[in-house]
């Protein structure tokens, strides 16, 4: 599963950074949450459904076949949430046979015939309804809502939305839709009749063995897979979707896709094949499957999920032009589900606690897809930004990345499990090697193949390959928490002619590990391979032939750590010119960020940079200077008029015209009319901003001119000034995703955040159905991700009665459109009933 974050990354880390003091602050002492015990293990699941789309109910017959797991029983114990159960019987060959069942607080438990052992199944029949309006668990911060099968616009009465059924089985939902024992160490075969009406395509796990017409334009279309699988992992998806078909070697790779972006299908999913083969290689292991198919879900409760041959992405995924001319936003995610059809489906976290064998590992795809496809400036850059993401959420540090003491299953689905366990695993093939790494993953697959795992059967898998004991990183980095939090000091001894760099680390519980050093003797850099031990403090003897121009520690950026590091504009300037790897070039040149302008060395850093080979170093210069300081101005101005005409990425294309508009000098608005007219929605977006930097009167003839639906927070941020200022009525409806949440926006990015709350009052002041019933579905939607904070209920609460009140009085002054408001003041109130 690929996380969804939402609008304005930070706001993911504010609810975190809330719910997560105020559990450590409750007190209680915290369950050690054990793996499942097997009593029962599952063969096959055959399923046959039908839907009714005005109940949103779901009509099924169950066939489960099954076995004791060791010790004898005469009793199955199912997961059943929210259902009604009309029969439950034995099945013989056809022929059933009642038998007793209980079924209360959302378990079924039937009382077989008589006492099975080992080995000797039996096939259980069971009619019921699956009802998931009534399926009482909730969502949470990974994973939104809880309900496992979800009907789309089911009654069509929303004229903008497709009507679609999908489901979620992650965590333990499937059991919403079919009873089973949803618990991530079992897996089985299954085959699903799905009869849906026929103008509807149906997607699920496997091969479509067969498709039958069926009266009063009904088709049922039956679903195999041959392969066991996790329950969590089952999948039914139905919608009217286009199928654009591609393949890798005799393998089906399809993309199901809204009709409208079927044009765009081959921009979007086109790499997938590519990607199959790519990991296929580097694993020395082939994709598993019988096939593999894509699909898109509206309302999504997440980011996208690895059902097995049949993904889920949420609607991000779907991109016009002017967004993929950019950068496909979505592609780590396409990677990332990929990846986990070998680490999650092929072998499966035998339990919750064990969720990095899944997560950090197809976190860790998405750096090696990057590297292979794109340069591994490209691959350090996503993952310094993904690790950044861990290190400045406090509320991870105490976190083991494998830990047996979660509240809730669901808050394993983290940015320690993602992020930090990506970061872990990239330290892990540094210290190996290449060779040893990927072939120790390929043990592991092979081992497990089909089964369940857990982080000590990986810990065995390297060991066996590389002959290293490995105890000391799993202790570390998988069974304990933190990070190291390094200083250093350097002293020149003449004599000797050798500096001492010492080490410290500040956190309570020392680490040790390798690390890279560069020391700059005479402007160059020589390259220092040490290992530190775990004390609080280590010194380095090198020879030098004076005092070192600079010490650069963790120069190769593999170590995951914080480090505080103080140097002079001129010694960055060193580092950026001379280092080979991306993340201390990086690091050098975001460290002169508070002296551009004041020293000529952060300038000269400046200008190298925007000749930078990696475009997003040369955004990040670009989104460093002033043009409006003359001297700046004087020394890069030429080279950003060149780079806004001609760089072959339109992402600093666009950073460049936003770098000249500063300047508000009329010369650049031919530049910036023409830019207006661009493809790229970033150029498009910079440019407009900048045009109405220099004449206001334009905004709205020019704002109408970008389509802006399911446009990038980025995208959105950048003209979310401008459409509220001059009062852009045509993209009210699109700028919903960032003033829903204009508190917390605030608190973050106050001026942002001031916009955001302007453009939410004017929302609220104005009869616009569609732009407030997005507010409050964005909100709905973001429930689970807000947790039971008491704070953001409250804030979130006192906004939606705010509105309220405008619409109110909206209402009073205008009576004649009555029905439309009063439809949006229903949208609000039940906003406000889902936060109470």
């Keep these: 599963m690929k996380k969804a974050i939402l609008s304005i990354a930070l706001l993911g880390i504010f609810f975190s950074a809330n719910v997560s003091a105020q559990t450590e602050t409750s007190g209680r002492e915290k369950a050690y949450r054990a793996t499942h015990t097997k009593v029962t293990e599952l063969k096959h699941t055959k399923l046959k459904v039908n839907f009714d789309y005005q109940k949103?109910?779901?009509?099924?017959?169950?066939?489960?076949?099954?076995?004791?797991y060791f010790y004898p029983a005469n009793e199955l114990t199912l997961d059943?949430?929210?259902?009604?159960?009309?029969?439950?019987?034995?099945?013989?060959?056809?022929?059933?046979?009642p038998l007793k069942y209980e079924y209360k607080d959302e378990v079924l438990k039937i009382t077989l015939d008589k006492t099975y052992q080992k080995n000797q199944e039996y096939t259980v029949y069971i009619k019921y309804t699956a009802r998931p309006n009534e399926v009482k668990q909730k969502g949470s911060m990974a994973i939104n809502d809880a309900k496992g099968l979800y009907f789309i616009n089911a009654q069509g009465q929303d004229p903008d939305m497709p009507t679609q059924i999908w489901t979620q089985g992650e965590t333990e939902s499937s059991s919403a839709w079919f009873p089973t024992i949803d618990k991530p160490n079992q897996k089985t075969t299954q085959e699903i009749y799905m009869t849906v009406p026929d103008k509807y395509v149906t997607l699920s796990n496997g091969i479509l063995k067969d498709s039958q017409k069926e009266g009063n334009n009904l088709r049922t279309d039956h679903w195999v897979m041959d392969k066991r699988h996790a329950t969590y992992l089952f999948f039914m998806g139905v919608g009217e979707y286009a199928i654009v078909k591609d393949k890798w070697k005799n393998i089906p790779v399809d993309y199901y896709i809204e009709k409208a972006y079927e044009p765009y299908a081959k921009q979007i999913y086109g790499n997938t094949p590519e990607m199959i083969e790519f990991f296929s290689k580097k694993m020395d292991y082939d994709y598993p499957w019988a096939k593999y198919a894509q699909i898109s879900g509206r309302d999504y409760v997440s980011g996208a999920m690895e059902n097995t041959t049949a993904t889920l992405h949420g609607s991000d995924i779907l991109q016009k032009p002017g967004q993929l001319i950019d950068e496909n936003k979505w592609e780590d995610t396409i990677a990332h589900e990929l990846f986990h059809h070998w680490f999650g489906d092929l072998v499966t976290a035998e339990s919750w606690s064990n969720l990095t064998v899944n997560e950090s590992f197809a976190n860790y795809s998405e750096y090696l897809w990057n590297e292979y496809k794109y340069g591994k400036d490209q691959a350090d850059y996503h993952q310094m930004t993904d690790v950044n993401m861990y290190i400045h959420n406090p509320a991870d540090f105490k976190k083991n990345?494998?830990?047996?003491?979660?509240d809730s299953r669901e808050d394993v689905f983290d940015l320690v499990t993602y992020q930090k366990g990506g970061g872990i695993l990239h330290m892990l093939r540094n210290y190996l090697g290449d060779d040893a790494f990927f072939a120790g993953m390929n043990d592991y697959l092979k081992t497990n193949e089909y089964q369940n795992a857990e982080a000590h059967q990986l810990r065995l898998s390297f060991e066996k390959v590389s002959g290293k004991d490995l105890n000391w990183f799993f202790n570390q980095w998988y069974f304990g928490s933190g990070n190291p939090k390094l200083n250093y000091t350097f002293t020149f001894e003449p004599v000797k002619k050798q500096v001492a760099v010492t080490i410290n680390q500040t956190q309570d519980q020392p680490f040790e590990f390798p690390l890279a050093i560069d020391v700059y003797d005479?402007?160059?850099?020589?390259?220092?391979?040490?290992?530190?031990?775990?004390?609080?403090k280590n010194t380095f003897n090198f020879d030098v032939s004076k005092t070192p121009d600079l010490v650069n520690i963790n120069a190769d950026g593999i170590l995951l750590a914080e480090i505080t590091?103080?140097?002079?504009?001129?010694?960055?300037?060193?580092?950026?010119?001379?280092?080979?790897?991306?993340?201390?070039?990086?690091?050098?040149?975001?460290?002169?960020?508070?002296?551009?302008?004041?020293?000529?060395?952060?300038?000269?850093?400046?200008?190298?940079a925007l000749k930078d080979p990696y475009f997003r170093t040369r955004i990040k210069a670009l989104q460093l200077m002033d043009l409006s300081n003359p001297e700046q101005m004087k020394a890069?101005?030429?080279?950003?008029e060149k780079l806004a005409s001609n760089d072959p990425k339109t992402l600093v294309q666009a950073a460049a015209i936003g770098a000249l508009a500063k300047t508000k000098d009329k010369k650049y608005l031919p530049l910036?009319?023409?830019?207006?007219?661009?493809?790229?929605?970033?150029?498009?977006?910079?440019?407009?901003?900048?045009?109405?930097?220099?004449?206001?009167?334009?905004?709205?003839?020019?704002a109408d001119k970008i389509d802006l639906e399911g446009a990038s927070d980025e995208l959105l941020t950048q003209l979310l000034p401008v459409i509220v200022k001059n009062k852009v009525t045509s993209q009210m409806a699109n700028i919903t995703p960032l003033v829903a949440f204009y508190p917390f926006i605030k608190f973050q990015n106050p001026e942002l955040g001031k916009s955001a709350e302007e453009g939410y009052n004017w929302i609220m002041s104005s009869d616009n159905l569609k732009a407030t019933e997005n507010i409050t579905k964005i909100i709905s939607h973001a429930k689970g991700e807000m947790g039971d904070n008491p704070q953001v209920k409250m804030m979130i609460s006192q906004m939606l009665k705010d509105g309220l009140s405008k619409k109110m009085?909206?209402?009073r002054q205008n009576p004649q459109n009555a029905a439309s408001i009063n439809k949006q003041i229903d949208a609000i109130n039940k906003a406000i009933e889902d936060f109470k």
């Design 80 to 97: 059943a949430k929210g259902m009604l159960i009309h029969e439950v019987a034995l099945d013989n060959n056809g022929k059933r046979s």
């Design 401 to 406: 990345l494998v830990r047996f003491n979660y």
């Design 672 to 702: 910036f009319e023409k830019g207006v007219n661009a493809v790229s929605n970033a150029v498009k977006a910079t440019s407009l901003s900048a045009v109405v930097t220099i004449d206001p009167s334009k905004a709205n003839t020019l």
């Design 809 to 811: 009085e909206l209402l």
């Design 522 to 536: 005479n402007g160059k850099p020589k390259r220092y391979n040490v290992w530190v031990n775990a004390e609080a």
């Design 565 to 608: 590091d103080t140097k002079t504009p001129e010694q960055n300037l060193m580092q950026f010119t001379n280092s080979k790897e991306f993340k201390s070039r990086y690091t050098a040149l975001s460290a002169i960020k508070d002296q551009v302008g004041k020293n000529p060395a952060a300038t000269k850093l400046l200008a190298a």
């Design 636 to 640: 890069l101005g030429a080279d950003v």
């Design 56 to 68: 949103e109910q779901m009509g099924g017959e169950e066939w489960l076949t099954a076995s004791p």
